[in-house]
């Protein structure tokens, strides 16, 4: 009876996460991507070892003002004479915060309301669903610039107001999902298995929307980086001297002519993050559709 | 007498009432199925068998099904009348179903061994751990290696699936198996397999099964009780004797006789002429009298009562015909 162990050797076992890994690996765009979020991420989360916050990131230093980019300063100073280098990469911290903390924020809070909303239907998904659509028809930065308004400039009110805008896409993305997945055979055998509905909606529903949720999540958190960039270069996001990347544009505006680099720099930090993310995000797509396997 | 059946339905009678028609899918039906005793719930496509299976598990879609009258009673206590919790500690550790497509029965996302765990842990408060003990030994009862409870669905045959199925609704030792067209996504030889596993399954764990099929077959194989559902409503009922040998209904002909015949292989085959009467308008009387060859003006005026057989006491048969003493059916004129 050595016959079991042989049968067993002949599967290759993959997880679904190895599966993906696998052909996320072949595109060459998602891996791109990837490298360069890993790189951005150790800079971010090694930036306080290399970098002094009050000396290199805050600290004055006027006869070096406006340099441009240079041996001792790789990326140029700004008016103040800061080390713009030391200001980017401090800047990603603050990037990579609001933009993964109000994606998760928003995850949360969308997903529970989705899921309600696609599970119930009937009136629970008109009120849930119509609120929602009520919040998409303002635009994203208005509804930002309200709440922070109200809460007040701090980094944690940032990312509460643009968590608003990531909640009501994964509302509406897990509602979708939600709603084929409900009506499957395994759903109703799980009731008629004596599943408390909560269960099945937590083990077997939601497992089964997780690749739209994980796609719309690398693709949110770039445009949510883009919408706290561009408030705080209005002034409203993380209040200064804080190196964020919309305001290290903002002080660079007023030296277009003169110091270019000042808002090129921070510009191009901002637009490879964001398409490094949609890079990632497009690769996860093509690799969590079995229709595209190969 | 009541103790001694599993499931004694009384009267049932489900609705589908969407906007535009109240669909009449079951029309007072009733249906005992003993200790150990194997009912094959036969009839086409539409005739209600699905909901009446969904019904006793107090899973008809709400809205739009409505059930409208009638009693369930699953070991002396009703179905209906249950409160949520009550239901679902009786879903799955007394009853248990096993769906027709096994393809989309199971989770793509979660392991074969989980997904047989899951309702052990529920049903048998077991730790997460425990359960995937026992659900290895629950798929090796099915036939299936242990090694195999880490994988997939998707790295299974349909027939394994199936199997896998099985041991899922076999999973708490339930009184009663509802098997909803367990063959009906399987090839013939798979299909003889996973019958042969489950007659025998069900032989050792002693229990009770309804099975519902339009493959009569089927019901010969694994069946000792037989009712014929048309409509909505049961035509005849008896054991697999009384239908198949001594079938009395109109209907039940018309379905023999639309089987090919092994033995002269050339004979044509008689369909039923017609079809099924839209069950959003059922004709008054009879629902089949618009269809049968045998059909007087008496059958369309009023629905039919099922009748013990003369002298049987366990076939029935709901023919207005048989009012008339000399009646019987063309096919077996000697009146049996």
Redesign the interface.
């Known amino acids: 009876m050595a016959q079991p162990k042989e049968i067993k050797n002949q599967y290759k076992k993959r997880t679904l996460f190895q599966e993906t890994w696998r052909r996320l690996v072949k595109n060459r765009g998602a891996m791109l991507g990837l490298g360069f979020l890993v790189l951005l991420i150790l800079a971010a989360a090694l930036s306080p070892v290399l970098f002094n916050y009050e000396v290199d990131v805050i600290g004055q230093n006027m006869q070096e003002r406006l340099m441009a980019p240079c041996g001792a300063h790789w990326f140029g100073t700004d008016e103040y004479g800061r080390d713009l280098f030391a200001r980017v990469i401090y800047g990603a911290r603050y990037s990579l915060i609001i933009g993964v903390g109000s994606v998760l924020l928003g995850l949360v809070v969308g997903t529970i309301l989705g899921s309600q909303a696609g599970f119930h239907g009937g009136v629970t998904d008109s009120i849930i669903m119509r609120g929602i659509d009520i919040f998409y028809s303002i635009p994203n930065i208005m509804t930002a610039v309200v709440i922070v308004s109200l809460l007040g400039p701090s980094t944690v009110n940032l990312m509460i107001a643009l968590a608003f805008s990531c909640a009501s896409s994964f509302a509406r993305i897990v509602r979708a999902s939600v709603m084929t997945i409900r009506d499957q055979e395994y759903v109703e055998s799980s009731y008629a298995m004596g599943l408390p509905t909560w269960k099945i909606i937590v083990k077997h529903i939601l497992p089964n929307c997780l690749s739209p949720i994980i796609v719309q999540i690398t693709l949110l958190i770039g445009t949510t980086i883009i919408s706290a960039s561009s408030l705080s270069f209005l002034g409203i996001g993380v209040p200064a001297p804080a190196p964020e990347w919309g305001a290290l544009l903002s002080a660079g505006r007023g030296h277009i002519r003169d110091a270019s680099y000042m808002c090129i720099i921070p510009g191009l930090a901002i637009m490879f993050t964001v398409l490094a993310l949609n890079l990632l995000g497009d690769g996860l797509r093509d690799a969590l559709d079995p229709k595209l396997k190969k | 007498m009541a103790e001694e059946f599993v499931l004694d339905i009384k009267n049932l009678a489900v609705h589908y009432e969407t906007e535009d028609a109240d669909v009449h899918a079951v029309n007072g039906i009733d249906i005992v199925i003993g200790k150990k005793r194997t009912l094959g719930l036969v009839g086409e496509t539409g005739a209600g068998k699905t909901t009446t299976a969904l019904s006793i ?1 107090n ?1 008809v879609p709400n809205p739009p099904g409505v059930i409208k009258s009638g009693e369930i009673y699953l070991e002396g206590k009703d179905v209906l009348k249950m409160t949520p919790t009550e ?7 007394d009853v ?2 096993i ?3 096994p393809m ?7 392991t074969v061994g989980d997904q047989i765990g ?2 052990i842990a ?2 048998q408060n077991l730790s997460k751990k425990d359960a995937f003990e026992k659900a290895k030994e629950m798929l090796k009862m099915v036939g299936i ?3 195999r409870a ?3 669905p998707h ?1 299974f045959s349909g027939g394994m699936k199936q199997r896998v ?1 099985i041991a ?1 609704a076999l999973a708490c030792s339930p009184q009663l198996l509802i098997a909803d067209e367990p063959t009906t996504a399987l090839d013939v030889t798979i299909q003889a397999q996973v019958l042969e596993l489950m007659k025998q399954l069900i032989r050792e764990k002693e229990m009770s099964m309804l099975l519902i099929t339009h493959d009569l077959g089927v019901v010969a194989e694994v069946c000792e009780d037989v009712a014929v559902m048309y409509a909505g409503r049961i035509v005849e009922k008896g054991t697999a004797d009384d239908v198949f040998n001594h079938m009395r209904h109109p209907y039940t002909e018309g379905l023999f006789d639309s089987l090919p015949n092994l033995k002269e292989r050339g004979e044509e085959l008689v369909p039923i002429k017609g079809l099924m009467p839209d069950p959003s308008d059922l004709p008054p009387g009879c629902a089949f009298a618009p269809r049968c060859p045998y059909a007087t003006e008496a059958c369309s005026q009023a629905v039919p009562e099922l009748t013990a057989v003369d002298g049987s006491k366990t076939h029935f048969v709901a023919c207005s015909a048989y009012r008339n003493p000399e009646f019987s059916l063309r096919g077996n004129k000697d009146g049996r």
């Open positions: 598990l899973l239901l679902e500690k009786m879903r799955g550790n248990a179903m769906f027709q497509d989309t029965a199971l989770n793509p996302v979660m899951e309702s529920i049903h290696a242990e090694s880490y994988d997939y790295q199925v899922i």
